[in-house]
């Protein structure tokens, strides 16, 4: 299921405190830390800092190319300047003024927002998710002579390419202003500064270069068309892209040539219809052009090097639906915010217990390495107090009016894999799909029941699953994309671009119910974490990303550690957390599927009468369907140096062609009253050279299994 159709939310009574008031310091006080290295923080297109007023450009298809009924928009009605917003024009047509930017400084000073508002207004949410250190704003084009806004029309017929069309509105600008217009309003910065220096600015301190700092073009078009103004059967433009296409002049002034286009600004070609999403675009596009950021959580569908994919918080698609909010790698890397603790295996305080406060409040964060991985962090935020950018704007209720219902407030938490450094830069391609998070309900095994058209979801066809065991590593949870042959042709469809599928067919729905029951997946209804130790063996579980090679149809394996983590939460709102890298036990009775390996240096220990089974997954994990499955058997390696302690009375059970295989040099440890179960096709393997301590009272029964181990183990164990 993709988006949901229009639906008119409630309003909320409540009066949203003016953000500009509650960073009085923040934009002249506090500074971010400059120097002459390359970093992200200098941003790409522009540096996320200081003032930035974008021109933004609305272009109209002449009327005689337009069908009345064909090519007619609510949001956008033909012979309209400008799209609308309960019917009024989101473009005030005697000041100028657009409702979702500021366009003059002003402006923080004076408006309210009640019920909302707040959401209708990108100035105030970049000024939020910066601490006060960005201040953007946006102004339409205007009359050279009235002063007055305009639209740009266009004739498209003929005109095929997006490059084409961007190059026509450019050329009827510099048609229609004078050559000597006075573009200053618009050139404040030193354009693309490529994260080498700093370009952020003032406007009482401006250092112009001739070019139009940022440009947003908002084309009237709708991909769907059919046939297309253009003359096409359909266009084959592009929803949005990042940069303002091609460099052209359009005007002079006595340091020469006024530029516009290049990489400072987006293109929108397709107009939507809620005008969240409209804004929810434009944070997407803007966050390609300065801060190179990689498409995540579930935006495009692009899965990058992964099979699974799930919904998130960040500048990537999540404005309308799930959180409107900027997740902390995010505004780490463009430099908004510091990381308030970052632990690692070196630096960590064993019985230390970390801090951490409301995550827009005050800024703070924890990023904590995960063990036994390369450049994998998970990071955690605090969404206490009660804060707009904590909740969504949209999709608040069904088509019948009944709420939606999700839990989000409270510790949230994702890993990372884009970037660990901010001298580590363009990860677009690299960090694809680099966001997984933790999902506090944790991972089951959901199986399909059936697709379904339901009136609730304005007639929509949604997702109906079945939740099965327990399956922390293996599973999904409620907000992950649901992998499945939808299409009955043996394999899973799929994009590994970095733009993501790009309108071609995916195989995957969001899950929106659950035995027939409706959830809303994709807004994340159970996202928060529980307040209890947090582990390899905890569901939700502290687990690496695992790569998935589509030409070898194979998954990397989820790779252990003794890493734990214990959030408490305190009666103010701030969370104790406490952090183990010593910590591999398993506590409680725990289920392991898939790819497994038990890595050098690294002892795990099932605690007193606790059972681990070890069995086949019921979650796809395969992109081929071999003998009508798409279910691979489990497989946990415990590599040499690798050590796995079974304390007293703690049974693990093989099951289902699962296999459990210790090498040479790894060391095994089965205290008295063991219990190991091998059946249904499973195996267990211990290979000559591993290092064991077992005590006699141990215990092996084979049900249909297979067991291989070397005569001195054998002599010990009853069997």
Same mark, same amino acid.
């Given at each position: 299921?993709?988006?949901?159709?229009?639906?008119?939310?409630?309003?909320?009574?409540y009066i949203i405190a003016l953000l500009f008031l509650s960073f009085p310091a923040f934009f002249f006080a506090q500074q971010t830390d400059f120097n002459n290295n390359k970093s992200s923080i200098y941003g790409d297109s522009f540096t996320p800092k200081g003032d930035l007023r974008a021109l933004v450009?609305?272009?109209?298809?002449?009327?005689?190319?337009?069908?009345?009924?064909?090519?007619?928009?609510?949001?956008?009605?033909?012979?309209?300047?400008?799209?609308?917003?309960?019917?009024?024009?989101?473009?005030?047509?005697?000041?100028?003024?657009?409702?979702?930017?500021?366009?003059?400084?002003?402006?923080?000073?004076?408006?309210?927002?009640?019920?909302?508002?707040?959401?209708?207004?990108?100035?105030?949410?970049?000024?939020?998710?910066?601490?006060?250190?960005?201040r953007f704003y946006a102004e339409v084009l205007k009359d050279p002579i009235t002063n007055k806004p305009i639209d740009i029309n266009i004739n498209p017929k003929g005109i095929t390419s997006y490059g084409e069309i961007v190059e026509k509105v450019y050329h009827k600008i510099a048609e229609i202003f004078?050559?000597?217009?006075?573009?200053?309003?618009?050139?404040?910065?030193?354009?693309?500064?490529?994260?080498?220096?700093?370009?952020?600015?003032?406007?009482?301190?401006?250092?112009?270069?001739?070019?139009?700092?940022?440009?947003?073009?908002?084309?009237?078009?709708?991909?769907?068309?059919?046939?297309?103004?253009?003359?096409?059967?359909?266009?084959?433009?592009?929803?949005?892209?990042?940069?303002?296409?091609?460099?052209?002049?359009?005007?002079?002034?006595?340091?020469?040539?006024?530029?516009?286009?290049?990489?400072?600004?987006?293109?929108?070609?397709?107009?939507?219809?809620?005008?969240?999403?409209?804004?929810?675009?434009?944070?997407?596009?803007?966050?390609?052009?300065?801060?190179?950021?990689?498409?995540?959580?579930?935006?495009?569908?692009?899965?990058?090097?992964?099979?699974?994919?799930?919904?998130?918080?960040?500048?990537?698609?999540?404005?309308?639906?799930?959180?409107?909010?900027?997740?902390?790698?995010?505004?780490?890397?463009?430099?908004?915010?510091?990381?308030?603790?970052?632990?690692?295996?070196?630096?960590?305080?064993?019985?230390?217990?970390?801090?951490?406060?409301?995550?827009?409040?005050?800024?703070?964060?924890?990023?904590?390495?995960?063990?036994?991985?390369?450049?994998?962090?998970?990071?955690?935020?605090?969404?206490?107090?009660?804060?707009?950018?904590?909740?969504?704007?949209?999709?608040?209720?069904?088509?019948?009016?009944?709420?939606?219902?999700?839990?989000?407030?409270?510790?949230?938490?994702?890993?990372?894999?884009?970037?660990?450094?901010?001298?580590?830069?363009?990860?677009?391609?690299?960090?694809?799909?680099?966001?997984?998070?933790?999902?506090?309900?944790?991972?089951?095994?959901?199986?399909?029941?059936?697709?379904?058209?339901?009136?609730?979801?304005?007639?929509?066809?949604?997702?109906?699953?079945?939740?099965?065991?327990?399956?922390?590593?293996?599973?999904?949870?409620?907000?992950?994309?649901?992998?499945?042959?939808?299409?009955?042709?043996?394999?899973?469809?799929?994009?590994?671009?970095?733009?993501?599928?790009?309108?071609?067919?995916?195989?995957?729905?969001?899950?929106?119910?659950?035995?027939?029951?409706?959830?809303?997946?994709?807004?994340?209804p159970n996202l928060t974490l529980p307040n209890k130790k947090l582990s390899a063996f905890s569901n939700p579980p502290l687990t690496n990303f695992q790569k998935f090679d589509w030409r070898k149809d194979k998954m990397a394996p989820v790779i252990l550690h003794s890493l734990s983590i214990h959030p408490?939460?305190?009666?103010?709102?701030?969370?104790?957390?406490?952090?183990?890298?010593?910590?591999?036990?398993?506590?409680?009775?725990?289920?392991?599927?898939?790819?497994?390996?038990?890595?050098?240096?690294?002892?795990?220990?099932?605690?007193?009468?606790?059972?681990?089974?070890?069995?086949?997954?019921?979650?796809?994990?395969?992109?081929?369907?071999?003998?009508?499955?798409?279910? !691979? &058997?489990?497989?946990? /390696?415990?590599?040499? $140096? #690798?050590?796995?302690?079974?304390?007293? *009375?703690?049974?693990? +059970?093989?099951?289902?062609?699962?296999?459990?295989?210790?090498?040479?040099?790894?060391?095994?440890?089965?205290?008295?009253?063991?219990?190991?179960?091998? !059946? &249904?096709?499973?195996? /267990?393997?211990?290979? $000559? #050279?591993?290092?064991?301590?077992?005590? *006699?009272?141990?215990? +092996?029964?084979?049900?249909?299994?297979?067991?291989?181990?070397?005569?001195?183990?054998?002599?010990?164990?009853?069997?």
């Open positions: 299921m993709e988006k949901i159709d229009e639906f008119i939310y409630p309003l909320i009574k450009i609305y272009v109209n298809f002449k009327e005689p190319a337009l069908n009345s009924e064909r090519h007619e928009m609510t949001h956008w009605p033909i012979g309209s300047k400008f799209p609308v917003y309960y019917g009024k024009s989101v473009v005030d047509e005697r000041t100028g003024k657009l409702i979702w930017a500021h366009q003059d400084p002003s402006d923080f000073q004076t408006k309210t927002y009640f019920n909302n508002d707040i959401y209708l207004n990108l100035s105030e949410f970049y000024y939020a998710m910066s601490q006060g250190k960005f004078p050559q000597d217009y006075d573009w200053s309003r618009f050139d404040n910065i030193q354009n693309n500064p490529s994260f080498e220096f700093n370009s952020s600015v003032s406007f009482d301190n401006p250092q112009p270069d001739n070019k139009i700092d940022y440009v947003i073009l908002n084309f009237r078009n709708d991909n769907r068309w059919s046939p297309h103004p253009n003359g096409q059967i359909k266009s084959n433009w592009p929803k949005a892209i990042a940069g303002a296409g091609i460099e052209k002049t359009i005007g002079r002034n006595s340091r020469g040539d006024i530029k516009i286009g290049g990489k400072s600004g987006i293109r929108i070609f397709f107009s939507q219809g809620k005008i969240y999403e409209r804004i929810e675009l434009i944070i997407h596009e803007m966050a390609h052009t300065f801060m190179n950021n990689p498409h995540t959580v579930m935006a495009n569908k692009a899965s990058g090097d992964y099979y699974y994919y799930n919904y998130g918080w960040g500048l990537m698609d999540s404005f309308s639906n799930f959180m409107p909010l900027a997740n902390s790698w995010e505004r780490w890397y463009a430099g908004w915010i510091n990381i308030t603790h970052d632990i690692n295996e070196k630096n960590y305080v064993k019985k230390k217990q970390y801090l951490l406060k409301d995550y827009l409040e005050f800024g703070q964060t924890m990023r904590i390495k995960l063990p036994n991985t390369e450049n994998e962090y998970i990071w955690l935020e605090n969404h206490q107090l009660n804060n707009p950018y904590y909740k969504r704007p949209d999709l608040l209720v069904d088509a019948f009016g009944d709420s939606i219902i999700t839990k989000q407030k409270g510790l949230v938490g994702f890993i990372e894999k884009i970037a660990p450094s901010r001298e580590e830069l363009y990860p677009f391609s690299r960090g694809t799909n680099g966001i997984k998070i933790i999902y506090g309900k944790g991972n089951y095994d959901y199986t399909f029941k059936e697709l379904k058209e339901e009136a609730y979801a304005w007639g929509s066809e949604i997702l109906d699953v079945k939740k099965e065991d327990v399956n922390a590593y293996g599973g999904q949870h409620e907000a992950s994309f649901f992998r499945y042959d939808f299409n009955d042709n043996d394999k899973i469809e799929h994009a590994k671009s970095a733009n993501g599928a790009r309108g071609n067919y995916i195989d995957g729905y969001n899950i929106i119910e659950v035995d027939g029951k409706p959830i809303w997946g994709y807004v994340g408490k939460k305190m009666n103010n709102g701030i969370y104790r957390i406490s952090i183990n890298y010593e910590d591999g036990k398993i506590d409680n009775d725990f289920r392991m599927t898939g790819n497994i390996v038990l890595p050098a240096g690294v002892k795990i220990i099932l605690e007193k009468k606790k059972k681990l089974k070890i069995n086949k997954s019921k979650t796809y994990n395969s992109s081929k369907s071999i003998n009508g499955s798409f279910i !691979k &058997n489990t497989n946990f /390696l415990v590599e040499n $140096e #690798g050590t796995f302690q079974f304390n007293k *009375k703690s049974t693990i +059970i093989l099951n289902e062609n699962s296999s459990l295989i210790f090498k040479k040099g790894s060391h095994l440890i089965l205290e008295k009253g063991v219990k190991i179960i091998v !059946k &249904n096709g499973a195996t /267990l393997k211990i290979e $000559e #050279g591993v290092l064991f301590d077992i005590d *006699k009272k141990v215990e +092996i029964s084979i049900f249909d299994g297979f067991i291989d181990i070397p005569d001195s183990i054998r002599n010990l164990i009853k069997i």
